[in-house]
């Protein structure tokens, strides 16, 4: 039988945690929520596939050391940090210029899973989260990347069920919707105004 990277022992009390966290509304529920309102269910899953590999690179960044690398130069969290905000923007504009169409149609399926990935690996946030918590679960006196990897996919399943869960919702929500000109308008400025927050909010954290 093969053994695993981290303890048993440390399993059953990572996974209380890990779950604690996903359960914290962040910029990724967000994120999934106003693109279940927009485009649906299919969008929703879209998005929260594109969020959980982001976090997965960021673990795998952190494992390898990159992270702490990054660390070390600020001026490279900040042009991550400024690259998010931008597309961040681009994103509330874009929505707000966007036709009903434009939401549902078939030919933008992939871009929720675009979005939430570019999204997530411009949020700096994540990858110093990631090198402040997971350490605390890692014994030194094992090979470091597996329990990185081990950890991250505890992390990343926990995050799509949770994430799932909000964006199916709004999905089913939206959908209900579908139709009503008004009911549209109303859900492209929300989606809108979630983006333009998440961009101030990436913006106040770059100059803190």
């Avoid at 926990?158 to 709004?170: D, R």
Wanted: charged share 10%; proline share 6%.
């Amino acid at each position: 039988m093969m053994e695993l990277p981290v303890s048993l022992a440390t399993l059953l009390a990572f996974i209380p945690a890990a779950l604690a966290l996903n359960l914290t509304p962040g910029p990724d529920m967000m994120f999934c929520l106003s693109q279940g309102l927009r485009g649906g269910p299919r969008a929703a899953i879209a998005a929260d596939l594109g969020v959980a590999l982001g976090c997965f690179v960021h673990v795998c960044l952190a494992g390898l050391g990159l992270g702490a690398l990054l660390a070390l130069y600020p001026g490279a969290f900040l042009t991550i940090q400024i690259f998010g905000v931008i597309y961040l923007l681009v994103l509330a504009w874009r929505t707000l210029r966007e036709t009903p169409e434009d939401a549902t149609g078939v030919p933008r399926a992939m871009h929720p899973f675009r979005d939430a990935l570019l999204i997530n690996l411009t949020n700096v946030k994540v990858i110093l989260f990631v090198l402040a918590f997971l350490p605390q679960f890692v014994d030194q006196s094992r090979p470091i990347l597996p329990q990185f990897l081990l950890l991250g996919v505890i992390i990343c399943i926990g995050g799509l069920i949770v994430n799932g869960a909000v964006g199916l919702s709004a999905g089913k929500l939206g959908q209900a919707m579908t139709g009503r000109p008004v009911i549209g308008r109303v859900i492209r400025y929300v989606s809108a105004t979630i983006f333009g927050a998440l961009a101030l909010r990436l913006a106040l954290l770059s100059r803190s």
